[in-house]
Every structure is written in structure tokens, then in C-alpha cells.
């Protein structure tokens, strides 16, 4: 029987870089294809090329035993090829059902069918094992893991046969990964085909059938088995060299001796979000904040940030309080945060680098009301320099940098700042293995440095295995507080779902 799809020497050509470089791939029907490579192997613009988004410059697509040609997205759906991307391409103002049928709406003699798109959305939402989702809800009132069902509501709308996930599980707490895994596999076991893009190489290895890796848009090794094929192996084929999947060790312990902290938090309070907080952070010194999605690990980091205004409580920086729920008093304090959504909420996507950097220190460079761009860009270029950013281009658009890049970006405003605490939400999302050890690596030596360092992570061995001190929450609440080095992954789990107050 004839594969599925077959995309055979696939080219794609962008100005000055060539993404794909004669990419053949081959997906069987029912089962789990995974897309291994670094941020600019040439990932996404393999899966833009399959959902019709991207028109190759060379090669040809097979579907279902005949050549075919994926002009646009809708020629692509109508075939039964769908794509749910990392940045969900919901419209969050618009109801569940409304976005299930978005494109393809129920209408009959020019008038929408609202009561029946519901019922179809209600089935298939039940379906995905979410019958509790109302259709009716607003989309931007879901939770990011609720957004991502109604997501593949959308796929399965039309008579799917593949469905393109590109980094699913991102967003996700354990419950939620848990629940993704069993829908993936009760979608494959009805014959759709899944072609599933991911960092985490523990995922790969539970719900993969077999992996694609690709490198400088080409693929260096192809049906690899997912679950016998080793770390190291995919590792090296991923980046060329081989690589320690660990964490470095810290050239320094913690500044804390003989120094007060640098942040502090006396009652910090957001009432629904989480309980009161006190909370130390001495220079040099790495706290993890480890929970659940909805645990309030980002509130807390968006309140001390200012971008939350607390119901009770306050923040301190150096023994002086900060003015509660503004942002400015926190920059002018020496907080910097890196925020989850890099995106949507820290980048600049049409701006250069140069001004993605310089943005929080404009002040610096200006002159009578005038800017002085080249020191403005020679500051910026020396603090992306000393990053390692790749390319080293101080001019260049910064949407076209990988996920690992586009975060040395944001944590090179703030170096321009000198701030003395940094708020780190999610660090790795969407990061490469090759780029999270230089981010693990530069966190260390910030802290090294005696900045203060405040981190959130879905991933608990990345918690435990970065953080000094780790403080665990749940349901908005502190349950426990112990050195990392005394906690294990386990452990941390049971506090998270079932764990009671204690210091």
C-alpha cells in the first residue's frame, strides 16, 4: 500500500537562504511522524509548504498514491491535511463554535445555521474527550490548553486524514500533556496520520512511531524508530556535534552569604491567583517557582514585574518599595522580564534587533530630543555579540531568528539595562537542545554575575536542575520550600497534585 503522503526533494528557496534543501519524507496512515531539528533546520517551512501556506520551488507532493499540488491552505484542508500551529490561529473574540467552523460556515439559503454549528461543535468536542467546553464560550475566555482542543475541533471538522501539531504540548501541564497524548492516539488508531513537532525528546519517544531529523534544511536521517533511537544519537544529528543533554554545573554558589536580598515580596496578594507570598531573592541566587498551568507561578512574575497590580501586599527591590502595578518603577528598579509569550508580549516582530534591544534604554541615547542610532546600535550589536546571537546581524528583522535567538534578544534588553533581577517565564518554550544548553549556561553565568534570578518552567527537571531554591505551588499557594538539590521530579509531582502547606 502506497505511504499516506511522500514529499520528495522539496525545495524552498527565501532571499540569501535556502530552507529546504531537496527534503524527501514519507507518512504512513495511522501513525506518529515526528519532526526533529534545531530552530532553522527547516521545520516550519516544511509544514507551511504541506498545509499550502508555502509554494516549493522544486520537488512534488503525493497524497494518497497521486501527485498533487497544495496551492493554499484550503486546497490542503479539502484534501485532509490539517495544521495546528504553535501560535493557534484562533480569533479569540469569536465563540468556540464559531471557530470550529471558521472558513467552512453551516449556512442554508444565505443564513448561518448558529443552533447546529453548536451541536456538530458540541459532538466533536466530545469526540476530543471536552464535553464540558461550552460552543458558545468566547475563545479568548478558554485556557491556553482549551484553545488547543478547540484547535483540532477545527481539524476534525472537515474530513481529516492528517494533522500537522507543531509544538502542542508547549502550554501544557502534565494532566493536560496526558490527555493530548490519549486524543493523538485515539485519532491514529481511526487511520488519521499525525505528523508531531517537538522539542522535548521524552515526548517523542511515548507517543512517536518513528522520527525525521532535519539539519540546514535537509533531512540526515529519516524513519528512524522513536522509541529505540537514543538521545545522544538524535542529538548529534540534530546539531552536528555531540552535546551533554544536562545542566552545567554553577562556577559559583550562590552570593547569599552576608547579603540581603536584592527582591522581596511582604504579603504579595492577587486575589483568585495566588495567596500571599513572601518571598527572598539574594543576588546570585536562581528561585524556581514549580506548579501547574494556573498554578499562578506567571502571575507572580507578571505582579512583581508590575504588569499586575496586587490585591494586597508589595515588592521590594534593595529594601525599597516599588509603586504597585507599574511597570516603569520596576525597570527603574533594575526588574526585567522575560515573558512567556516572547512574541506577543516582549519582541518587536517587524523591528530590527538593534531596536528590539535598545527599547527599555532609549533614554540612554538620545540627545536633546534626538536619537543617536550608531550608538544605539553599537550598544545593542555589543550585547547580542556577547550572547552569541547567530546570525550576528544588529540590523536584521527579528521575526526571521530562531525561538533560541529571539530569546537572547530579550535577555539582551535587559543586560543593556544592568537590571538586577530577572524574571524568566518559560526560558526554553519552543528551544531547541543545542540552544537550551546556551541559555542554561548564560542564566548560570548572569547569576554568577550576582544578578537575582527568579524562574518559572513547565518542565520540572529544568526547575530543578537551574534553581537553588525551589518554591512549589499549588492552586495558587506555597506547599513547599526546599533547596533543588533535596527534591526530585516525583516528589515535586505529588506536591503539585496533591500538596499540603508546608515550609
Not at 232 to 249: H, K, N, Q, W
Amino acid at each position: 500500500m502506497a505511504p499516506l503522503l511522500t514529499m520528495s526533494g522539496i525545495t524552498k528557496t527565501f532571499p540569501g537562504v535556502r530552507a529546504l534543501d531537496g527534503v524527501d519524507l514519507e507518512v504512513e496512515a495511522g501513525e506518529v511522524h515526528c519532526l526533529l531539528g534545531q530552530n532553522g533546520a527547516g521545520k516550519s517551512t516544511l509544514i507551511k509548504v504541506l498545509s499550502g501556506a508555502h509554494q516549493p520551488d522544486a520537488g512534488t507532493i503525493g497524497w494518497q498514491g497521486r501527485t498533487v499540488r497544495l496551492t493554499t491552505p484550503v486546497t490542503a484542508m479539502r484534501l485532509g491535511i490539517a495544521t495546528i500551529y504553535q501560535e493557534l490561529d484562533l480569533v479569540e473574540h469569536l465563540s468556540v463554535a464559531e471557530n470550529v467552523y471558521l472558513g467552512h460556515e453551516i449556512a442554508r439559503h444565505g443564513f448561518l445555521r448558529t443552533g447546529e454549528a453548536r451541536t456538530r461543535a458540541a459532538a466533536l468536542l466530545a469526540r476530543l474527550g471536552h464535553p464540558e467546553i461550552p460552543p458558545e464560550t468566547l475563545v479568548g475566555d478558554l485556557p491556553a490548553a482549551g484553545q488547543q482542543i478547540v484547535s483540532m475541533a477545527r481539524a476534525l471538522s472537515h474530513d481529516v486524514r492528517l494533522i500537522v501539531m507543531d509544538e502542542p504540548s508547549a502550554a501544557l501541564d502534565p494532566d493536560e500533556v496526558d490527555n493530548l497524548f490519549r486524543i493523538v492516539g485515539d485519532l491514529t488508531a481511526e487511520g488519521v496520520a499525525v505528523v508531531y513537532i517537538s522539542h522535548r525528546l521524552e515526548e517523542i519517544r511515548r507517543i512517536g512511531d518513528r522520527v525525521s531529523v532535519l539539519k540546514d534544511g535537509r533531512v540526515v536521517a529519516g524513519g528512524l524508530s522513536a522509541r529505540t533511537t537514543g538521545t545522544r544519537e538524535v542529538v548529534s544529528l540534530m546539531t552536528g556535534r555531540d552535546i551533554e543533554y544536562a545542566f552545567p554545573e554553577r562556577a559559583a554558589a550562590p552570593g547569599t552569604a552576608g547579603a540581603g536580598p536584592v527582591l522581596r515580596t511582604e504579603g504579595l496578594t492577587r486575589a483568585g491567583e495566588f495567596a500571599p507570598l513572601d518571598l527572598d531573592v539574594h543576588p546570585g541566587e536562581i528561585v524556581g517557582l514549580a506548579g501547574l498551568v494556573g498554578s499562578g507561578r506567571s502571575e507572580i512574575l507578571e505582579t512583581v514585574y508590575g504588569a499586575r497590580r496586587p490585591t494586597a501586599g508589595r515588592v521590594l527591590v534593595d529594601g525599597a518599595p516599588l509603586r504597585p502595578g507599574s511597570v516603569p518603577a520596576a525597570v527603574r528598579a533594575g526588574i526585567g522580564l522575560a515573558p512567556e509569550e516572547r512574541k506577543a508580549q516582549a519582541l518587536l516582530m517587524l523591528e530590527s534587533v538593534t531596536r528590539n534591544v535598545s527599547v527599555s534604554s532609549l533614554a540612554r541615547f538620545a540627545t536633546g530630543g534626538w536619537l543617536d542610532r550608531t550608538r544605539e546600535r553599537a550598544a545593542a550589536h555589543g550585547g547580542t555579540r556577547d550572547l552569541s546571537l547567530s546570525p550576528d546581524d544588529p540590523d536584521r528583522p527579528v521575526r526571521t531568528l530562531s525561538g533560541g535567538n529571539q530569546q537572547k534578544v530579550v535577555l539582551a534588553r535587559w543586560l543593556l539595562r544592568e537590571c538586577r533581577v530577572l524574571l524568566l517565564d518559560e526560558p526554553t518554550r519552543g528551544v531547541d537542545v543545542g540552544a537550551r544548553s546556551e541559555l542554561y549556561a548564560l542564566i548560570h553565568r548572569l547569576a554568577d554575575e550576582g544578578v537575582a534570578v527568579l524562574l518559572v518552567s513547565s518542565e520540572v527537571p529544568e526547575v530543578l536542575g537551574l534553581a537553588d531554591r525551589v518554591l512549589v505551588l499549588r492552586e495558587g499557594e506555597v506547599v513547599h520550600t526546599a533547596p533543588a538539590r533535596e527534591l526530585d521530579e516525583h516528589r515535586v509531582l505529588d506536591l503539585v497534585m496533591e500538596g499540603t502547606p508546608s515550609c
